[in-house]
């Protein structure tokens, strides 16, 4: 077991290796498993390469007396997937109180990088160093005969030669879950892997990230946790998010990660630095604030994510200490990409709608609620009131439309009709775009920095290098982050900065693998400017 408890101390984690090596369950005690009552039961055989094997057994007391239709659903997973990737498990059987239900199928596991992007983070996969195996890829929900509400509890056995970390608990092999949504929700990553704990006991697991990567995570989380509890109250707690490199393979598509209700997943660049306006920052943030604002379905998708992502951004924005500009320069950039990506202008469209058009709708409805002496954060607060603490946004309509109705019907007009600029909103709150100003041409602070690229993620805070020439000081995935004593927003940024320089030398702070680094730069030769492409909104005098 490796520990660096030195290195973490005043972090308040210790990393160490979490893992359970269980001797495979024989046939003999397969059949001596019992399952009363309305215990479900699940056995799953893993090893280190292939499909899991898995054994799904309903107790007779569960079924109906008549011969009644019993449908399998994976509840993350669409039909398509199921087609390639589930075999031996019909759609529907029929079932009775006759005699126990034993079914027996395999569920294929591929590499990461070969999954169908739209489904990539719901399946099950192989990493380098594990196999990552959602249970909701594994284990069906049961419609129709039986509900999987009424399975409880479930016991589930894990065979495997491997070491694994599951979020399920119990001990050894044998786990017993009280309520099967856990289940349904729940996370098995066969392989060695390390472990840190963050507030709360949320367990930061990982295959690949390393002691101190991990560490930044904790830090990063310690950090969204204050700030969203002094906002929003105390989160429903996660039990374990897993945290993985990106493969090489899928670094130009960017981090991203998925939360379901209490565990999430977190695809991570080698070089995150910990920062929470970073794209890897960012989606550690947004599947935390998870927490703080869980799902219904009830909401439209784009209320929950676009909510979500707005809180997030608040929070990132908040603990990085950024500029008070930013925020409103990244939710113009937020809508230049919605534009792009949905011309209909329609929360919901795609899937960048959710986010995007949700992120800047959630804005403009927290301007009304605040003119009207209201926020979201005060609705959140009354809805889980009305609610007696249950850990719900049902109600978030409702007392939108109480605390001011403008804001409510922006809601109303959301589900239906195009959803109007942020600049309408930042005109509400008396805010007007500042008049363009000179900025050096991107040829030449590409020429000066010695770079050819650079990552242009909707929300990030600095400048991320994508590519370099042979004489640059910088290296692919540096991420620039002040001029001298200015905190850079992006890339405009630094260009507008270098156009107004005097100074015939200057410093360039810079994030490389966690590490902050400095770059001293004799100023640009060529000093061509052309008219800022920055969207900056400021008060109205």
């Not at 007391?61 to 659903?73: D, G, K």
């Not at 098995?188 to 006991?201: C, N, Q």
């Amino acid at each position: 077991m490796r520990r660096s408890c030195l290195l973490l101390l005043v972090l308040s984690a210790c990393a160490t290796q979490r893992a359970v090596v269980v001797a495979p369950v024989s046939k003999q005690e397969m059949s001596d498993v019992e399952s009363p009552g309305t215990r479900l039961f699940v056995h799953l055989e893993v090893m280190a390469t292939g499909p899991v094997k898995v054994q799904l057994r309903v107790p007779r007391s569960l079924l109906p007396a008549r011969p009644t239709a019993l449908t399998f659903e994976f509840i993350r997973l669409p039909d398509p997937w199921r087609v390639g990737f589930v075999r031996g498990l019909p759609t529907t059987v029929m079932v009775s109180s006759a005699e126990d239900l034993e079914l027996d199928y395999e569920v294929s596991v591929e590499r990461l990088e070969r999954l169908p992007g739209e489904t990539r983070m719901n399946g099950a996969f192989d990493l380098a160093r594990g196999r990552h195996l959602p249970f909701w890829s594994l284990v069906p929900a049961l419609r129709g005969a039986v509900r999987s509400e009424a399975l409880h509890p479930a016991e589930v056995v894990i065979d495997t030669p491997f070491e694994f970390a599951t979020s399920l608990d119990g001990t050894g092999k044998r786990f017993f879950v009280d309520d099967v949504n856990a289940l349904y929700s729940g996370l098995l990553l066969v392989g060695s892997t390390r472990e840190v704990r963050a507030s709360g006991g949320l367990r930061l697991v990982s295959f690949d990230l390393d002691d101190a990567a991990l560490a930044r995570v904790a830090t990063l989380e310690r950090k969204v946790n204050a700030t969203l509890e002094a906002q929003t109250g105390p989160r429903q707690p996660l039990h374990l998010l897993a945290l993985h490199r990106i493969p090489d393979g899928l670094r130009r598509n960017g981090a991203f990660g998925v939360n379901v209700q209490e565990n999430a997943i977190a695809l991570l660049s080698p070089g995150f630095d910990g920062a929470a306006m970073t794209a890897d920052g960012l989606v550690v943030t947004h599947e935390l604030t998870h927490s703080s604002l869980p799902g219904s379905g009830n909401l439209p998708h784009w209320i929950e994510e676009g909510f979500t992502e707005y809180f997030a951004l608040r929070a990132a924005l908040a603990i990085d200490g950024a500029p008070s500009e930013a925020l409103r320069e990244l939710l113009s950039t937020a809508w230049t990409f919605f534009v792009q990506d949905s011309p209909n202008r329609r929360a919901g469209a795609t899937a960048l709608g959710d986010y995007a058009g949700g992120l800047v709708l959630a804005h403009c409805i927290d301007v009304r609620l605040r003119r009207d002496g209201s926020s979201l954060e005060a609705v959140l607060k009354r809805a889980r009131e009305r609610a007696g603490g249950a850990w719900t946004n049902e109600l978030w309509e409702q007392e939108i439309a109480v605390a001011s109705a403008p804001a409510g019907a922006l809601v109303v007009s959301a589900r239906v009709d195009p959803l109007d600029p942020p600049s309408t909103c930042f005109a509400e709150e008396h805010f007007a775009r500042r008049p363009s100003v000179p900025a050096l041409s991107p040829g030449a602070v590409g020429a000066w920095l010695g770079v050819s690229s650079v990552d242009r993620s909707t929300h990030q805070l600095g400048v991320l290098v994508s590519t370099v020439r042979a004489d640059s000081p910088f290296r692919p995935g540096d991420r620039l982050t002040r001029l001298g004593s200015r905190r850079l927003i992006g890339l405009e940024h630094l260009a507008e900065l270098l156009a107004q320089n005097s100074a015939s030398t200057l410093r360039v702070e810079f994030s490389r693998d966690g590490e902050t680094l400095t770059a001293e730069l004799p100023a640009p030769t060529n000093t061509r400017t052309e008219p800022s492409l920055r969207q900056v909104w400021l008060p109205v005098p």
